[in-house]
């Protein structure tokens, strides 16, 4: 089982077991070195030298020596069951290699047992792969690293002067194990077979080593290093045992594609969740999230409660998700199995110290701005100037509607805080919302001033046609009580349009190419012309003012406004008090009066009109032919008319006393000939037209000549030039 309760939650590491005797720094007792295998045993041997070896019997002297060489325990050798006195120089073993001492102790260079026959060149001892001691110690070694301590002698004792380790002639060195006496002659001379070999092998394997690299057939080492086999399990060069079962249930538990325990989302618990089941539950959270979390916005006046729904602000699931997903997730070790354990650590870690996520949010920064707007749209406001709704003409004076003040919301502001409170997600809901007031330009108090009549138009009624008549009426109804505010333009048609039946017009006659025709709105230009003269000598600013194409007989050359359907009356109020026209029409005239302070009570403008350049003669008689005419019988339809220039004016009196004369524009009018109508074939000799040859004899009397009507035509595609609109 893994142990939890270390404190750094690593693997546990098995401790490596060494062989009794070596443990660390420990000394070895020469009694306990290794002896000879069993094969090698003193009984049936021979030396090199062809002489045998025998056994020594036990005797008293030797029995109990230190020195004896004793068989490794466990043993089951029949030589090594054997206890044999020392005479000989004492050989011992140090990893493998066999020493010999002289008389005084030292160690000779020896010969390893694994070279026995072989010559030594350089004196020093030549390893033998296979003998590096016991196999115990190879295993040992093999399975941990471990490396023996040196062995420590001790000094060989005399017996009867002669050192124990000692026998045989003193230039001679003997190998007890292995009956081989090697003689200093044989130890200088020169071994060329084994030069050779280790030139070649220093050769030969880099360069089959580089050649296979080359090849693709041999891999770099680093790239595959695996596991280290021992005779038990397997351990990873980075330590772990990846056989243990900690490590086993750390690679079970990081398999797991879940989001472990320990991770909370504001309380709410995902532990054991997967992703798509993760993704559910945060679609739920966000829907509730957005109708049931609201914010407070509040404004001097009042407090608006708003939804995350209405702001449009919802949770950041993918966002939330990947974050939960990322804990017990967040090593980056390159080693797999290292990367294993360390996110076994962080999953462990969670259970002990859970993480609660606060929420993460989405939303678009002008969405949210956009909603403001329609939230606050009770409490931001343009600003209304005041206004004259009418005039009390008894009273002379204006009933006014008050002004409305503005109010300007700062949303950047706003938003800044709805962000900060999504982002700390702090405790107040409370977002103040930051507003400025606006005053209009005109105010009651403004338009309460005094007010005085500023002009007056009149003009006469010539013709008491019924449809005409109801024309004049229509429009002083539409006119009366018009209120132009400061600053305001006025447009006769704007007040007056559409020309229509169902607006309450009504035919009447009309001049168009010469021809008095029945047209809808015939006479309007009428109230037109009153209206201009009121307007002008109001101190109104004229912008937009045609003159007709004949002289009418309502009005003076000069004075006129014709109207149509591409020419309009406009003018507009520069002062700061508002201007109202009051307009009556009777069987007899139409009237127009305009109050306001345009103009100071004691200032008069008057609206003059100079002939200037030459007059255009009408030209010959004209006859037209009429069926309804009885043979000789003459009708005039129109007297003739000589055109003319006109120049208008606006002289300013003060007190009475001229101050200026102001040129306002020219108006030219055509000249038109005296028209007859007779009956058919009946138009005198020499005239357009005529095909007879009967004198005809004019009337002495003339004709009553029908009243002409002028009106902007509604449905005719005539041009300008063949439609005069000419309203007398």
């Given at each position: 089982?893994?142990?939890?309760?270390?404190?750094?939650?690593?693997?546990?590491?098995?401790?490596?077991?060494?062989?009794?005797?070596?443990?660390?720094?420990?000394?070895?007792?020469?009694?306990?070195v290794?002896?000879?295998?069993?094969?090698?045993?003193?009984?049936?041997?021979?030396?090199?030298?062809?002489?045998?070896?025998?056994?020594?019997p036990?005797?008293?002297?030797?029995?109990?020596?230190?020195?004896?060489?004793?068989?490794?325990?466990?043993?089951?050798?029949?030589?090594?069951?054997?206890?044999?006195?020392?005479?000989?120089?004492?050989?011992?073993?140090d990893?493998?290699?066999y020493?010999?001492?002289?008389?005084a102790?030292?160690?000779?260079?020896?010969?390893?047992?694994?070279?026995?026959?072989?010559?030594?060149?350089?004196?020093?001892?030549?390893?033998?792969?296979?003998?590096?001691?016991?196999?115990?110690?190879?295993?040992?070694?093999?399975?941990?690293?471990?490396?023996?301590?040196?062995?420590?002698?001790?000094?060989?004792?005399?017996?009867?002067?002669?050192?124990?380790?000692?026998s045989?002639?003193?230039?001679?060195?003997?190998?007890?194990?292995?009956?081989?006496?090697?003689?200093?002659?044989?130890?200088?001379?020169?071994?060329?077979?084994?030069?050779?070999?280790?030139?070649?092998?220093?050769?030969?394997?880099?360069?089959?080593?580089?050649?296979?690299?080359?090849?693709?057939?041999?891999?770099?080492?680093?790239?595959?290093?695996?596991?280290?086999?021992?005779?038990?399990?397997?351990?990873?060069s980075?330590?772990?045992?990846?056989?243990?079962?900690?490590?086993?249930?750390?690679?079970?538990?990081?398999?797991?594609?879940?989001?472990?325990?320990?991770?909370?989302?504001?309380?709410?618990?995902?532990?054991?969740?997967?992703?798509?089941?993760?993704?559910?539950?945060?679609?739920?959270?966000?829907?509730?999230?957005?109708?049931?979390?609201?914010?407070?916005?509040?404004?001097?006046?009042?407090?608006?409660?708003?939804?995350?729904?209405?702001?449009?602000?919802?949770?950041?699931?993918?966002?939330?998700?990947?974050?939960?997903?990322?804990?017990?997730?967040?090593?980056?070790?390159?080693?797999?199995?290292?990367?294993?354990?360390?996110?076994?650590?962080?999953?462990?870690?969670?259970?002990?110290?859970?993480?609660?996520?606060?929420?993460?949010?989405?939303?678009s920064?002008?969405?949210?701005?956009?909603?403001?707007?329609?939230?606050?749209?009770?409490?931001?406001?343009?600003?209304?100037?005041?206004?004259?709704?009418?005039f009390?003409?008894?009273?002379?004076?204006?009933?006014?509607?008050?002004?409305?003040?503005?109010?300007?919301?700062?949303?950047?502001?706003?938003?800044?805080?709805?962000?900060?409170?999504?982002?700390?997600?702090s405790?107040?809901k409370?977002?103040?919302?930051?507003?400025?007031?606006?005053?209009?330009?005109?105010t009651?108090?403004?338009?309460?001033k005094?007010?005085?009549?500023?002009?007056?138009?009149?003009?006469?009624?010539?013709?008491?046609?019924s449809?005409?008549?109801s024309?004049l009426?229509?429009?002083?109804?539409?006119?009366?009580?018009s209120?132009i505010?400061?600053?305001?333009?006025?447009?006769?048609?704007?007040?007056?349009?559409?020309?229509?039946?169902?607006?309450?017009?009504?035919?009447?006659?009309?001049?168009?190419?010469?021809?008095?025709?029945?047209?809808?709105?015939?006479?309007?230009?009428q109230?037109?012309?009153?209206?201009?003269?009121?307007?002008?000598?109001?101190?109104l600013?004229?912008?937009?003012?045609?003159?007709?194409?004949?002289?009418?007989?309502?009005?003076?050359p000069?004075?006129?406004?014709?109207?149509?359907?591409?020419?309009?009356?406009?003018?507009?109020?520069?002062?700061?008090?508002?201007?109202?026209?009051?307009?009556?029409?009777?069987?007899?005239?139409?009237?127009?009066?305009?109050?306001?302070?345009?103009?100071?009570?004691?200032?008069?403008i008057?609206?003059?009109?100079?002939?200037?350049?030459?007059?255009?003669?009408?030209?010959?008689?004209?006859?037209?032919?009429?069926?309804?005419?009885?043979?000789?019988?003459?009708?005039?339809?129109?007297?003739?008319?000589?055109?003319?220039?006109?120049?208008?004016?606006?002289?300013?009196?003060?007190?009475?006393?001229?101050?200026?004369?102001?040129?306002?524009?020219?108006?030219?009018?055509?000249?038109?000939?005296?028209t007859?109508?007779?009956?058919?074939?009946?138009?005198?000799?020499?005239?357009?037209?005529?095909t007879?040859?009967?004198?005809?004899?004019?009337?002495?009397?003339?004709?009553?000549?029908?009243?002409?009507?002028?009106?902007?035509?509604?449905?005719?595609?005539?041009?300008?030039?063949?439609?005069?609109n000419?309203?007398?």
């Amino acid at each position: 089982m893994a142990n939890n309760n270390r404190e750094d939650n690593t693997p546990k590491t098995r401790k490596l077991r060494i062989n009794p005797g070596f443990d660390n720094g420990g000394e070895i007792n020469p009694s306990r070195v290794s002896q000879p295998s069993a094969s090698l045993s003193a009984s049936g041997r021979s030396n090199r030298t062809g002489k045998p070896v025998g056994g020594i019997p036990e005797t008293a002297e030797t029995k109990g020596n230190p020195y004896e060489k004793r068989p490794q325990a466990g043993s089951s050798s029949p030589a090594a069951s054997r206890v044999r006195p020392i005479s000989k120089p004492i050989r011992t073993s140090d990893n493998g290699i066999y020493k010999e001492r002289d008389a005084a102790g030292k160690i000779k260079p020896a010969v390893s047992p694994g070279r026995a026959g072989r010559e030594n060149i350089t004196g020093k001892h030549l390893r033998n792969k296979n003998s590096t001691g016991s196999p115990v110690q190879k295993s040992n070694r093999a399975k941990t690293g471990y490396s023996p301590q040196p062995v420590k002698y001790e000094s060989p004792k005399k017996e009867n002067g002669v050192s124990a380790g000692k026998s045989g002639p003193a230039n001679h060195k003997s190998d007890s194990s292995y009956g081989r006496t090697v003689t200093p002659a044989a130890r200088k001379k020169f071994d060329t077979r084994l030069l050779v070999i280790l030139l070649a092998v220093v050769v030969l394997i880099p360069t089959v080593y580089f050649a296979g690299r080359a090849l693709g057939l041999i891999s770099d080492p680093s790239e595959n290093i695996g596991p280290v086999e021992t005779t038990n399990n397997t351990v990873e060069s980075t330590g772990l045992d990846i056989n243990s079962e900690e490590f086993l249930l750390a690679k079970e538990l990081t398999s797991s594609e879940i989001i472990y325990p320990g991770v909370f989302l504001d309380g709410e618990s995902f532990a054991n969740l997967t992703k798509e089941q993760a993704r559910d539950k945060l679609r739920e959270m966000s829907e509730e999230l957005k109708e049931n979390t609201s914010l407070i916005l509040v404004t001097p006046d009042k407090n608006i409660v708003a939804t995350f729904a209405e702001l449009d602000i919802a949770l950041n699931i993918e966002g939330t998700l990947n974050e939960m997903w990322s804990y017990g997730r967040q090593s980056l070790n390159n080693d797999k199995n290292m990367q294993i354990m360390e996110r076994y650590r962080e999953i462990k870690a969670l259970e002990e110290q859970p993480v609660n996520l606060p929420y993460i949010y989405v939303y678009s920064e002008g969405k949210v701005e956009t909603n403001l707007h329609a939230l606050l749209a009770t409490v931001a406001k343009d600003p209304v100037p005041a206004k004259a709704i009418s005039f009390n003409e008894e009273r002379v004076a204006f009933n006014i509607e008050p002004e409305v003040v503005g109010v300007t919301v700062d949303y950047k502001s706003a938003v800044g805080q709805i962000k900060n409170y999504l982002a700390v997600s702090s405790e107040s809901k409370r977002i103040l919302v930051d507003t400025e007031l606006i005053y209009p330009d005109v105010t009651a108090a403004d338009l309460q001033k005094p007010v005085h009549l500023l002009a007056e138009a009149s003009t006469p009624i010539m013709s008491q046609h019924s449809g005409r008549m109801s024309n004049l009426r229509r429009a002083d109804e539409l006119l009366n009580g018009s209120i132009i505010q400061p600053g305001e333009t006025f447009s006769y048609w704007g007040v007056l349009g559409p020309i229509t039946e169902a607006n309450g017009y009504e035919n009447a006659a009309v001049l168009v190419s010469g021809q008095y025709v029945d047209g809808m709105g015939g006479g309007l230009c009428q109230p037109s012309t009153t209206l201009f003269q009121a307007a002008a000598k109001a101190g109104l600013t004229i912008i937009e003012r045609r003159n007709h194409g004949l002289v009418g007989t309502y009005f003076d050359p000069g004075t006129d406004a014709m109207v149509s359907g591409w020419s309009d009356l406009k003018f507009r109020n520069d002062s700061n008090q508002p201007v109202a026209i009051i307009g009556k029409t009777t069987s007899k005239t139409v009237t127009y009066r305009i109050y306001g302070n345009t103009k100071a009570p004691n200032v008069t403008i008057k609206l003059t009109a100079e002939k200037i350049g030459q007059d255009v003669k009408p030209g010959p008689t004209v006859y037209i032919e009429d069926e309804t005419l009885a043979p000789g019988k003459v009708v005039r339809d129109n007297r003739a008319i000589t055109g003319t220039t006109w120049q208008t004016y606006l002289e300013y009196y003060e007190d009475g006393n001229f101050v200026k004369k102001e040129k306002l524009w020219r108006s030219r009018y055509k000249a038109k000939a005296e028209t007859y109508r007779v009956a058919v074939g009946y138009i005198p000799a020499g005239y357009p037209g005529a095909t007879t040859t009967v004198e005809t004899t004019l009337p002495s009397t003339e004709a009553s000549t029908p009243t002409p009507v002028e009106t902007p035509p509604s449905d005719t595609n005539a041009s300008e030039t063949e439609i005069e609109n000419l309203l007398e």
